[in-house]
């Protein structure tokens, strides 16, 4: 046993490396600074993500006024739709006291309707001095001047009387029309002061149009 020769044991770990590396593979002499650069991962430099920054330009507080007025016609010609309505619910009524003195002012003036009607058509809607915004809004508020108009002319045309079916129908229908333009007045309203653009259905195509 003494006699069996001890197998290089002054070798150190490094040179039993390059040794057995040389043998296996005498090719494998690649060191890490011989790498090809093909095969180095390129590390983008991280790009700073820019934030843009949306510019917010508020409605000016006159287009704001101009727009929320303009919808006061409409308003002031439906009021004659909802005398079915106080008649049944007179309380009702109480809620447009302060509108009273200004309704009075309105039809105070001969052609109140007509004259306001092309005031706010040829000198707002037609006039390129107005912002886009007041320009929308007096013409949707046109066209929903004209709209609550017809139901007059059909009935007109058509002289319901006062009994029977056709009378019901005019009730009903003008309740209707009353509570509509309601509505479509405090939504724009309350749109108008925020500054925001309002879009009632069917209006807003047909005054988009026109413009």
Do not use: E
Request: charged share 10%; aromatic share 14%.
């Amino acid at each position: 046993m003494a006699s069996i020769p001890l197998v290089h044991l002054s070798l150190t770990p490094k040179t039993l490396t390059k040794r057995f590396l040389g043998a296996r593979s005498p090719s494998f002499s690649y060191t890490l600074g011989a790498i090809p650069k093909s095969l180095h991962l390129k590390l983008k430099p991280k790009t700073k993500s820019t934030v843009t920054r949306m510019s917010y330009n508020p409605t000016p507080a006159t287009d704001r006024l101009i727009s929320a007025v303009a919808y006061t016609l409409p308003f002031f010609n439906s009021l004659q739709y909802g005398r079915f309505v106080f008649m049944q619910f007179p309380k009702l009524g109480l809620l447009f006291d302060p509108l009273v003195p200004l309704l009075g002012l309105y039809r105070s003036i001969p052609y109140s309707s007509f004259v306001a009607f092309f005031a706010l058509y040829l000198g707002v809607v037609r006039n390129p001095s107005f912002s886009h915004y007041v320009r929308f809004n007096a013409m949707q508020a046109v066209t929903l001047d004209v709209l609550l108009v017809l139901p007059l002319l059909i009935q007109r045309i058509f002289t319901p009387g006062r009994t029977g079916l056709g009378f019901r129908i005019m009730v009903w229908g003008h309740s209707a029309l009353f509570v509509f333009s309601v509505f479509c007045f405090v939504y724009t309203l309350v749109h108008c002061i925020l500054g925001r653009t309002p879009y009632l259905p069917f209006v807003a195509d047909a005054a988009g149009r026109q413009l």
